[in-house]
Nanobody, 117 residues
Framework: QVQLVESGGGLVQAGGSLRLSCAASGRTFSRSAMGWFRQAPGKEREFVAAISWTGGRTYSAEVQGRFTISRDNARNTVYLQMNSLKPEDTAVYYC???????????WGQGTQVTVSS
């Protein structure tokens, strides 16, 4: 059974940093893309960042230059380093793995990030 478990969320002041982790189990994702999404209250889930199995990275315009996605294939883990956090970054952050043409195959349960002003 595949599981994605996020950690590292919490409460931080504006301008601060957090590092999210997503540990995968049940299969290896070393040859799969992995990504991060977020959903703020009353809003739809939105793309944040993704990293291909070759290491190529893409970011949303909202986080470009502030967030960095990385992966450790030996640990089957993907990370999201979030710097210069803003109150509008407040959301539940979800990890995703194995990008298909129809969407992402696996999702984590989410971790809450709250940025106070």
């Amino acid at each position: 059974q595949v599981q994605l478990v996020e950690s590292g969320g919490g409460l931080v002041q504006a301008g601060g940093s957090l590092r999210l982790s997503c540990a995968a189990s049940g299969r290896t994702f070393s040859r799969s893309a992995m990504g991060w999404f977020r959903q703020a209250p009353g809003k739809e889930r939105e793309f944040v960042a993704a990293i291909s199995w070759t290491g190529g990275r893409t970011y949303s315009a909202e986080v470009q230059g502030r967030f960095t996605i990385s992966r450790d294939n030996a640990r089957n883990t993907v990370y999201l380093q979030m710097n210069s956090l803003k109150p509008e970054d407040t959301a539940v952050y979800y990890c995703a793995a194995d990008r298909l043409t129809t969407g992402w195959n696996y999702w984590g349960q989410g971790t809450q990030v709250t940025v106070s002003s």
